[in-house]
């Protein structure tokens, strides 16, 4: 079975600018949870789709944004780029069941860059 | 989810088991301990989960003590590929609003040769 993939894998961007960023979950997975990585922050839990409704929301300003579609494939836009915004983006599937597959698998994340 | 407290780094020889342990003194009776790495530069990879009994896997084992205020995590024979930085995290594993990780500092795990 294929693994959680994200795309672009790099990406490059100026300050002021948006981004989107793309996640292909899991086969029959249909949660999607997004984190942001930093050094100086480590892991953070940024939103959770399920049925392409956001049914989980962590602490980011309104830039940060997502959706999911009905074959669970979810976004994550980001605008009005800012410096601290340079991470590396992760995606997460889980089954999403209730009482069942709460374990969450990983994408390989997207390196966003801004200057 | 409570809170947990882990050694910022250990190592271990290749061949060797390696034991990660977790502090998590103030886990509640409903919430499961969890244990995800991340390797350099990768996605974190879920490695294992339990409530109260020992789990084990292709991957590892995981004790639970009775009182369930800590645990540990074995990798029976430690590889160089195991080099790597392990989280444990507590979690409840309930209804909708549970799909949120909440990743503390972890254990740099090095395996020497």
């Known amino acids: 079975k294929a693994g959680v993939t994200q795309t672009p894998r790099y990406l490059i961007k100026t300050r002021g600018q948006q981004v989107t960023l793309s996640c292909s979950p899991i086969s029959g997975h249909r949660s999607v949870s997004w984190y942001q990585q930093t050094p100086g922050q480590g892991l953070q839990f940024l939103f959770e789709y399920f049925s392409e409704t956001q049914r989980n929301k962590g602490n980011f300003p309104g830039r940060f944004s997502g959706r999911q579609f009905s074959n669970s494939r979810s976004e994550m836009n980001v605008s009005t780029l800012e410096l601290g915004d340079s991470a590396l983006y992760l995606c997460?599937?889980?089954?999403?069941?209730?009482?069942?597959?709460?374990?969450?698998?990983f994408g390989p994340g997207t390196r966003l860059t801004v200057t | 989810d409570a809170k947990t407290t882990q050694p910022p780094s250990m190592d271990c020889a290749e061949g060797r088991a390696a034991n990660l342990p977790c502090n998590h003194s103030?886990?509640?009776?409903?919430?499961?301990v969890y244990w995800y790495r991340q390797i350099h530069s990768q996605g974190p990879q879920y490695i294992i989960h339990?409530?109260?009994n020992n789990e084990t896997n292709e991957m590892a084992s995981l004790i639970i003590t009775e009182d369930r205020k800590s645990s540990t995590l074995i990798l029976p024979h430690a590889t160089l590929r195991d080099t790597a930085v392990y989280y444990c995290i507590v979690r409840v594993n309930s209804g909708g609003s549970n799909y949120k990780l909440t990743f503390g500092k972890g254990t740099l795990l090095t395996v020497n040769p």
């Open positions: 339990g409530l109260k």
């Open positions: 103030t886990i509640s009776g409903n919430e499961y």
């Open positions: 997460a599937s889980s089954l999403g069941g209730q009482g069942v597959g709460y374990e969450q698998y």
